[in-house]
C-alpha cells in the first residue's frame, strides 16, 4: 500500500521560512517518473507548486520561483519543499504527488498559514 505522509506545515510570520516533507512508503521516489508539490488555498483549486521529474532539472510556478526549492532524499525515500522567503499568499494546503508506473498517488496534505 502506498502512503504519502507530508510534515512540516506551520503558522509562520512574513519572510520566514518551512521546509516541508513528504515521506514515501509503497513505492521507491528514486524510481518515480515524477514528483510535484501542489497546494491548495482557502477557497481555490489545487495549484502547481514544483516538480522534480527523472532526468531533468527541477521546475517551478512562476510564483514561487527564486523562493522555494524542491529536493528529494533517496536514502529517506522523501520529497521535500524548502521554501524561503513567505508571502500570505503562499497560504495553504500543500499536497504533494508521486507519479510511478502510470499510477498517481497523492498525500493528504499539510497546512502553511502565513500571517503576522
Known amino acids: 500500500q502506498v502512503q504519502l505522509v507530508e510534515s512540516g506545515g506551520g503558522l509562520v510570520q512574513p519572510g520566514g521560512s518551512l521546509t516541508l516533507s513528504c515521506a514515501a512508503s509503497g513505492v521507491i521516489l528514486s524510481s518515480a517518473s515524477q514528483m510535484d508539490w501542489y497546494r491548495r488555498a482557502p477557497g481555490r483549486d489545487v495549484t502547481f507548486v514544483a516538480r522534480?521529474?527523472?532526468?531533468?532539472?527541477?521546475y517551478y510556478a512562476n510564483s514561487v520561483k527564486g523562493r522555494f526549492t524542491v529536493s528529494a532524499d533517496n536514502a529517506k525515500n522523501t520529497l521535500y519543499l524548502q521554501m524561503n522567503g513567505l508571502l500570505p499568499e503562499d497560504t495553504a494546503l500543500y499536497l504533494c504527488?508521486?507519479?510511478?508506473?502510470?499510477?498517481?498517488?497523492w498525500g493528504q496534505g499539510t497546512q502553511v498559514t502565513v500571517s503576522s
Open positions: 522534480l521529474a527523472r532526468n531533468l532539472g527541477p
Open positions: 504527488k508521486v507519479d510511478q508506473g502510470g499510477t498517481t498517488y
